[in-house]
């Protein structure tokens, strides 16, 4: 769409003297035109400012966006973020707009910072980078929100952000990365700031140890949901002495002070998937009324894959955890090795009232090693466990007949080993089942008692209670 400057002057004109919220995406050099003017006639009295911008389209020398570097008396809300030409794949520019990505990103960050250090009305804060942040300016004291990204190259003292934010005494989430953070080298001289009201706490990927220093010296409000993304090292070698004390000191606390608070509405499941590289523990609380879904996420992300298992340390940081509210757990480990990591075992043998198991085909292999040898002990997790329901039955490539000796083989383990123990399975649930039905059922008809469950090709729902002596029946599954 284009305007010409009279439309343009038409538009503004139009909004008289009243409050103005600002948002939407510039993906063009009109829409560039069109917000700019906004910006510059209208600044003072904008409320609301939520704009993404296409990179090439942002200069912060540019006459478009000075006036984002001014004093904003009246602003309240103001989101920045950028998208690349990648992001409309379908739109059509006209040659003045083939512009050259800036391969390392706008430009930003022009002193002293966003709106002159002077905003005595924000509240929401997010943009790109903290080098377009004042970490004196006065404005970041009254804010209840704060989102910062990764853009820029500059370093910013670790030191000066935690300063800034021990003056934001009534801040409610904060979301940054913490890529261009400095730590420094005397960690000892970093405050502790402890934010009162933070609910919600999010730190992008980074590496894993700087993510633990920082999250070290933030304490939080009891039960603040969290969420940390972190990447190990190459290798999975951690540098200086006692990093990994480090890190399951300072995850344990924040960890503790998810599991361990006296939520209303504490959520019965929880989430561990050791799968591809990663290492990931979720949990969800639904939202009552007039409050926000809120969330405890602890990802690792191993680089090299090979070297998942000198992460899974990681896990000791839930050692302390109150995991008794908890019934059903969803479970993917993609091999055996990490099963029987000694980490794995006491984590998953903290669940003593988990009663629905939700896994998939991988799992139930990894859980029933072939070889005594290969068996933790013989203690039996998830001792209530009633319920297997398998979302996925077969995610292993093998030929036909290698799968179903094998799925055969790993169920009748399973299943057998806690019926002999005394905790034997009830109900195994196929009816979510996905992939190709493989595997023969009937290799369980020897576990007396075990309903099995499966949609037929009719999508009707069959049971069947294994030691019935009705084969033909329980062979419907492959039909």
Known sequence: MEFTDAGRQEIVGRTGHAPLSIFGNIASIEARKLVGELLHMSWTRIRRLEIVIRTNLFDADSENWATMYTAAPSLEEFRLAFMSKCDYPGEELDDDEEEDEDEEGPSLHRPPGLFAGDAPRMRSFSCPSWLDIDPSASWPANLRHLSVGEEGEGKVPLSKVLKMLSRIRHLESLELSTRNFDVGQDLHSLPVIHVPNLIDLVLYFEDIVKNAIVLKHIVSAPGCAIEVNMISPLYARLGRTGDQDLIKTVLASHTENWFNSNLANKPELLELNIFKGYINVTQDVAPIAGSRARCFILSVLVIQQEFISGMLFVLNAFSSCDFTHITTLELQIGQTHHWIDPNVQAFVFSFLNVRTLNTDYNTIKAMSP??????????????????????????????????????????????????????????????????????????????SGLNVRWMSRDGEQVNYICGSSDLSLLSDWLA
Do not use: Y
């Open 370 to 447: 072939d070889d005594v040898a290969g068996s933790p002990s013989n203690r039996i997790p998830f001792p209530k466990l009633a319920t297997i329901q398998l979302h996925s039955h077969v995610r292993v490539f093998r030929s036909a007949e290698d799968v179903q000796v094998t799925a055969e083989h790993s169920w009748k383990r399973f299943f057998g080993s806690r019926a002999r123990a005394g905790c034997p399975v009830q109900v195994l649930d196929l009816t979510k089942s996905l992939g190709p039905r493989r595997a023969d059922l009937t290799a369980l008809e020897g576990i």
